[in-house]
């Protein structure tokens, strides 16, 4: 409940041009442990599992090889979860009654990044804004539903249909999650819950073909793919390949982060919260390794669509194949769904820092079209405003902007190499560069004061200490100096394979650090010196106990202010 003192200030910020407030949503529209769950099933699943494991497999050539690359993937991605659930569960932190407090936010590894790197203040924030508002988006995912919807209803794929479909996938999702956000959450749920199914099918059916069960087809099953004399035999010897590889198996992973982004929203995040996300990616992990197992059973020489391939000779049909692209294109529209839910609530909080263009405008919430109808069907004798649930309309519209911007910027190239292109800049800034500065940041809080870090984090305590920072600082850092040497001629990842050089990712995703850097020169130097003021921000949070021994975010009073300069006030 709310202290007379809050509600003043709320009152206060109502009647205050220069103030707007943003809610967190009401109880009854927060976000449950089983929607944390399908967040992260969602996203985990999708064209990362059915793709990349042909992509995987040809740049080790070796089946053992291969299984040991996922399944160190998910050592990472699970050590990477520990360290984001320190951090999100500890900071950032405000005075309460005479206590310091951890408040959960969302905005995933906006929060840790500004609180570990906050000098020069904004200077963390235009660099991670700008990586995350142009690159926070799956528009590869989004040419890989195009690609397999032309597959499913075997068509010629043809690069502008293509594109055309994965505009208007991504379109109607941002339009899903404007009009209705329940309705978003519900349908990612159902994905979640429909990708799992089908996941554990083509396991079962899997095992049984490889324990002699014809399915309809009597295609024989290379049985020796795992006898340790052949699944290990003459794998490339150049470690670009395989540290490339291990980049294309961590990207799936990458699904783990989406609960953070919208930690705000989550109903006791300090509660079932860590043992949510904990229990879904180890079960992830399983799922992705045992799928890698049964396809490899069924295929060694992959093309690109594995799932498909996989259909077709354990059925002996290539009716099935085509089913099974059109289901691959499902799982990945579910993906873009989860991701702008979640994408859009981080492009919000960067707004709120007051560093875009029309800033105040990007960070508010708006009551969704679904939320207004249904008010005036069913009026009720005692709902607040608050109960209307909301949308942030306007973060959606630049979260589509900067999407559709990278499918246009790739459109130069086929769309199978701007497939490559995005998902490999996705995974080399959002998932490498990121996890590097978390994770080692981490590593930096605990040995500059590790009692006053061990009281901190008292919300959650990963097993092994710092060993999980340090696994994602070590992996982390390897992954994106490997990525400046070249492969061997006869790699897959060579310009030969993959039509587009292997420099073109690690120096375009480094080249974003330059870029927010030089904005935050513009934003911090240039624009005041040419307006003769100073932007004011002040975030102000109301927070309230969940009555279950934690704190929340009911309220955030957000003021922009542009005010007279240092030197004019010298």
């Known amino acids: 409940m709310l202290d007379q003192e809050d509600l003043d200030r709320l009152q206060e910020a109502e009647g205050d041009p220069n103030k707007f407030v943003v809610s967190a949503p009401s109880d009854r529209h927060k976000l449950g442990a089983t929607t944390v769950v399908c967040l992260i099933l969602n996203r985990t699943i999708g064209s990362g599992i059915f793709i990349l494991p ?41 005075e309460l009654d005479g ?41 590869g995912n989004a040419i890989g539903f195009g690609t397999y919807i032309m597959e499913a209803a075997a068509l010629p794929n043809h690069d502008a249909a293509v594109r055309g479909l994965a505009i208007a996938a991504l379109t109607t999702a941002c ?89 705000s929203e989550v109903k006791r995040p300090q509660g079932v919260f860590a043992k949510a996300t904990i229990t879904t990616m180890m079960s992830v992990v399983i799922l992705y390794i045992l799928f890698s197992v049964v396809s490899k059973t069924a295929i060694m020489d992959t093309g690109l669509n594995i799932a498909s391939e996989f259909f077709q000779i354990i059925f002996g049909s290539a009716v099935a194949a085509r089913v099974m692209s059109g289901i691959i294109a499902l799982s990945i529209y579910g993906n873009i769904i989860v991701m702008t839910f979640t994408a859009s609530r981080v492009k919000q909080e960067i707004a709120k820092e007051g560093i875009l263009p ?39 519209l630049l979260h589509w902007v900067f999407s559709v911007l990278l499918i246009a910027w790739t459109s130069g190239q086929t769309t199978a190499v701007a497939y490559q292109i995005l998902i490999n800049l996705y995974t080399y800034v959002i998932m490498l560069l990121v996890s590097f500065f978390v994770s080692t940041g981490l590593l930096y809080l605990r ?9 901190m984090s008292a919300n959650f305590h990963p097993w092994g200490g710092p060993i999980a920072a340090i696994l994602v600082s070590i992996v982390s850092a390897f992954l994106l100096v490997v990525a400046f040497i070249p ?26 650090l330059l870029l927010g850097c030089a904005y935050f020169i513009i934003f911090r130097y240039i624009v005041p010196r040419v307006k003769g003021k100073q932007l004011v921000v002040e ?30 006030e010298k």
């Open 54 to 94: 042909a992509t995987v497999l040809k740049g080790t050539d070796s089946i053992g090889i291969t299984l040991i690359i996922w399944a160190f993937a998910g050592i990472v991605s699970i050590a990477a979860l520990f360290v984001w659930l320190e951090l999100s569960l500890s900071i950032p932190r405000y």
């Open 358 to 396: 029309c800033s105040r405008f990007f960070s508010s919430d708006t009551t969704t079209l679904f939320a207004k109808i249904w008010a005036e069907m069913h009026p009720p004798k005692t709902q607040q405003d608050e109960d209307l649930e909301k949308s942030p309309t306007a973060a959606l």
């Open 539 to 568: 975030r102000v949070p109301i927070i309230v106990s969940d009555d279950h021994g934690g704190w929340v975010q009911k309220h955030e009073i957000v003021k922009f202010l542009w005010g007279v300069t240092d030197d004019e």
């Open 487 to 512: 492969p061997a001629d006869d790699s897959p990842f060579a310009f030969a394979a993959q039509n587009f050089e292997w420099y073109i990712i690690p120096t375009v995703g480094l080249g974003g």
């Open 447 to 455: 040995w500059r004061n590790p009692q006053a870090w061990k009281e």
């Open 99 to 139: 206590n310091e407090v951890s408040v959960p936010r969302s905005g995933g590894e906006k929060n840790y990044l500004e609180y570990i790197y906050g000098n020069p203040k904004s200077l963390t924030t235009c660099i991670y804004g700008v990586l995350f508002i142009i690159l926070g988006n799956l528009s």
């Open 175 to 263: 339009l899903l999650h404007a009009v209705s956000r329940k309705g978003g959450i519900y349908l990612n749920n159902a994905f979640a819950f429909m990708k799992v199914t089908i996941l554990l099918l083509i396991i079962v059916a899997g095992l049984a073909k490889l324990g002699g069960a014809s399915l309809g087809s009597n295609s024989a099953v290379p049985t020796n793919n795992f006898d340790v004399h052949t699944s290990f035999s003459q794998p490339r010897k150049d470690v670009p390949s395989y540290a490339t590889s291990l980049v294309y198996a961590l990207y799936p992973y990458t699904g783990f982060m989406q609960p953070f982004y919208v930690l």
